[in-house]
């Protein structure tokens, strides 16, 4: 019988608790405004925060879609951008849930101002996952990349990323940056600066955001990835261009696969895949002063020969030539990549940090005039390699055998 | 507390008093004369006042049938039997009793005295036998006991005691094939309402003579006969002592079901899990008691009892061992993951979808959005409608006449499946969270132990509901504290896991090979631990000797 009193009494006080604390947290599915991209402006002193909300039911609804759009972009203005935020709850009908946020677009203007202080909220604030990627509108208002109507994926937002994703692996002048990444490179103060990939629109823009851009074969707006928007101290300070881009890739290690071409010696060219690569950048300290070493090893397969009907891809030599060849390619785009950040004083590579890995010492009495003074003198020497594994299914082609034998 | 002022509280009696019949004497002292008051009145000589007595005490029921048989010489009644109707062999009571009783007075000397006793004990010792067991019983108690489970009464004129001849023969359902546990691979027979038809089944499949059986009569009124079995060496004598002391600690009227023995005999009342497996499979209890369990039988139920029984042993399906070990490993995991499935999943989706929104994948956080849209309800209420609901169509299921059953799951299926949804009231996820966590329910072994998951589940969605997976973790922990704590019989209800028994991983989340795992469970004797070719004899188990 006391048993069963105290069961009771326990009973009851956990019974309280649950009610005296309720469900404070708790949002239903059905109260949330998905946020899936989120714009930054600047616009006369003023952050300018542009939101692309999810219609949920545009976009998973098994019935048919009505006339909506897949989703909803408000913009408000204020000094910080909590206060931005909160300002929109004035116009959308739920509370900004942050949690999906897939990515961010950060105007040109404001990364020329800079891009250090709206990047304290965002670390901040506990909702938003650090997994969204962010990427820079050239020559844009970020609000205006928020608003092209995609084929193939509703949410304008998914598309986008889908896209950075998928040429990130398969075509090297192009780089996915997350917010994560992008916080460890500016929280380190010098030794590597932050590289962002670049969007733009091809075509035109008003028509872009009209949903008829969706009802054509070929989409008249559309965006695209392309260059690639150079930091220094949080502030846009150039673009690397598609060569440059490839050899950024190349050095920083962040090249999965791409394609290459190589001339052949008379004319015509020869298609390379590069299916893996890797780059070890190495730092030395000769006479007191620092040098860098990168090694790059590549793996390739021939896979396109286009109007170079003499080359043999078959014989060994060939493809010994067609290596070195490969090389000379990749030490081109390397180099372009290095004479650009060199140019621009901004140490991209993290050649500061590899400095500091071997000597701690040396690294900290050049850290502080390392981007203007050193980095530009900075003797890299490149070690590349390339390896040709397979040249596909097929070694020379018949296509092409009747033309080998007239002119040989 | 249970005195009882009832009619039939001059039957009461102690246990049944038998010899050399079919129940062996039990010598539990505890068990006898509960509340009896009419128990020492001994029979008298004369027989009219016994048949009188009997008309009286039995209230004149017509389903006591008692006949004279009188002297041919003189009129007087020579001796009676006395029987229940419809508990008896009628053709056995003719051929045996009758035919040889009235041809065997006549031709042989007439009793005359009480100096002649032994040659009309012997005589009638040898002209029943063949009807089966005889025994002796000298007062009312004991002749009223044996009337009444089926055995003929014999009254002689002139004695104080009666024969009780067993001619037991009533219409009892056969051995039939099992419905509740069924498996694909195994033997198809269950046990049924008769007690020593199920005795019958287990010794048909443990032939040694170390199989041994204690018989309690147990229910003031109902006087139901309740049987431990065990193999002696292989049961935990500290078990079987703890299994003897808590049926002799039963006081009720009636026992109808070994549901009412299980609730006295329990380990833990206030508490969601069994402690006690029930099974309709002879198999099954064969098995539990080569792994040195015990069960307990009782008369008018197919369902035996099996102790101790921790918490693996009702996920452990029989099939488990008759199957490939591969293949029964991975289907006692699918079991264990249905079991959380069937616990967590309607709490997990509560939790995930009303606290921790940024764990779903984007994808499917706008889909499950989407379908919540129009749904006038929170996630929590939701969740609870369709629980409720799914559980108020299984008691309907269960209860209703089986010609309507058709009617039930059409109306189910359609209200909870099409129209809800349908209508917005609930969203399709929610249907597809409360079908699945519906048929993990199913996979349970154990009908009991699948009751347990089903009053979790509404718990851990409380906690969901309030704390959302902050909730679900701490109940977690509470759950596995409490399981912790049990005891079933003095064994950790927990046990290989807590307290971890490395040895006895082998037959715990899986099922090693057979010939990986020669140690018999932790509940065994520890005397003996290894399975031999042949259970050991009584004084090997005593010895300890081990291999």
Redesign the interface.
Known sequence: MI?FRA?IKLFLVFAVL?VL???W??????E?S?I?GMGIDWEDGHYVMTYQV?N??E???QKQASERAPVTVYQSKGDSIFEAARRLTTEAPRKA?L??L?LLVIGEPLARHGIVDLMDHLLRDN?A?LDFNVIVAKGQKAENILEIYTPLEK?PT?NMRHSLETSERNWSPAIAMTMDKMASILSVNNGIRLVLPGIHVVGDLHLATKKDNVFRYRPPGRFQFSEMAVFKEGKLIGWLNEQESRGYTDLTDKLHSTSVHLPCPESGLIGIEITGSNAKTKALVKNGKPAVEVAIRAKANVVEKIGCGKVDVTDPDTIDRLEKQLEQEMRKHAEAALKRAKALKADIFGFGQALNKVNPRLWEKLKLRWDDDYFPQLPVTLDIKANILRTGTIGNTNLHKSEMRKEG | MFNSNSAFSSNSGGVKETGAGSVKETGAGGLKGTGADAAGVPLAAVISVNIQRIRQDLGGSDDIVIREIRSEADGLTMAAIAYTDGLVDAHAINQFVMKSLSLNWQAGEEPAGPDVVPDAVRLLESFVVAAGAVDTVSDYNGLYDAMLSGDVAVLLAGYTFAYAIDVKGWKERGVTETSNQTTIRGPRESFSESLRTNTSLIRRKIKNPNLWLETYSIGRVTKTSVTVMHIRGVAKDSVLEEVRKRLQTIRIDGILESGDIEEFIQDTT?TFFPTIINTERPDTVAAHLLEGRVAILVEGTPNVLVVPAPFVAFLQSPEDYYQRADFSSALRLLRYLSAFISVLAPSLYIAI???H??MLP??L???????????PF???IEALAMEITFEILREAGLRMPRAIGQAVSVVGTLVIGQAAVEAGIVSAAMVIVVSITAISNFTFPAYNMSITSRMLRFLFM?LA????LFGIVLGLFALLLHMSSLRTFGEPYMAPFAPLVVGKQKDALIRLPKRWRLSRSETADSSNRILKETVPTAKDGENGSND
């Open positions: 048993d069961g649950i604390t309720g469900c947290s708790s949002r239903e599915l059905d949330l998905i899936v999810v949920p039911g976009i998973a609804s849930y949690g999906h897939q909702e996952r949410l998914q | 206030y979808t009303t606290f929104q940024e984007t994808a956080l706008i889909s499950l959005a989407s379908q919540r849209e129009n749904v929170p996630a929590f409380m509901a309030s704390f959302g």
